[in-house]
């Protein structure tokens, strides 16, 4: 167990090889970790980015399905200095094994264990790569080794209606900090003793002590009816040993954070949880403070002229109020509130934009309405077309529309006049 003095040498893994299927039509031609996000970024710079800013600099991302644009952002954006020997380098499954792709999260680790070899770290760091959040992940790292444990699950409180939602960690009576039970999406549980209308959900983000890790996927590879899941069935067998902790994230310090957006964590698994996050970014005090400075989130949003807003004569004004506008959007005439642009929009004159997220490139014509709309990348709208209005006509058209209203056009879906 993870009993040692001064600094451990740490290597950090983030899985990022998910089909993303809840998000289509976003991830048609995309990993759900490359999906655009908050403007300029990608759902995988919140990961990498927490990663980085807790001392980690020694990153392997794990990619599977249609990763081309994943590894492109990488290899653009997270670039170490080489002769510090830091990294950020991507893998795809590479059949090291035998001929079959990553089955789980816990076998993409299990195929990739020659990166753990190679690396000889004292503790592995696992993140997912698709949430929204910030975390100093030494805490974690230094609670773990307190703890002597086998695993260290770290975990945010959420109110007990959402269980059904996520994996849920009920803690022992007498340490607050081990595991006493973990199930997957339970109906029934009961509150946490200090807020009983809270339980602990896991975040999908693990500590272990490297040689930990490799016994416990290779045993798992070796497993019967195991479903190679880190969540589903590593977890709960260090559970079931007694050697798997809880980290609680509401002690995780955050330089810049508030009370306000201390403790946000977001799955954006879904078109409305993905929805509902960017919402949060652009309130006026925002639930996810894009702007802390001493926590920053990084990202490379290339080379852009700045944002631009021409005409303002009578109800011809180019506008957006409570919006987030990224670097060479275009807003020519046009109104747009509480929404979320990417570069190289282009608003045309008298176009209103409401409650929306267009994504690169999205070009909106004269007179054009857009409501509760996510636009993916290089999507005309033609002049005087509504999006978001009349949900038969968003059916018949071919868009996507959730059960909340969403609609989504697809990347470079042709959109009728």
Known sequence: MAKRTGNPKVLAIVLAGGEGKRLMPLTADRAKPAVPFGGIYRLIDFALSNIVNSGYLKIVVLTQYK???LDRHISKTWRMSTMLGNYVTPVPAQQRIDKSWFLGSADAIYQSLNLVHDEMPDIVVVAGADHVYRMDFSHMVEQHIENGAGVTVAAIRQPISMSDQFGVIEVDDENARKI????EKPTDVTGLRDSP????ASMGIYVFDASVLVDAVTRDADRVGSSRDMGGDIVPDFVRRGEAYVYDVKDNPIPGSTDRDHGYWRDVGTIDSYYEAQMDLISFHPVFNLYNYEWPIYT???NYPPAKFVHGSRNRVGEALNS???????????QVSNSVLSPGVHIHSYATITDSVLLDFVEVGRNATIHRAIIDKFVTVPPGVSIGVNRADDLDRGFTVTESGITVVGKGQEVRA
């Open 180 to 183: 006493k039970s973990f199930t």
């Open 300 to 302: 490379d949003h290339g």
């Open 324 to 334: 987030s506008v990224s670097p060479g959007v275009v807003i020519s005439g046009g």
């Open 197 to 200: 209308d809270e339980i602990l």
């Open 67 to 69: 990763s081309h644009s």
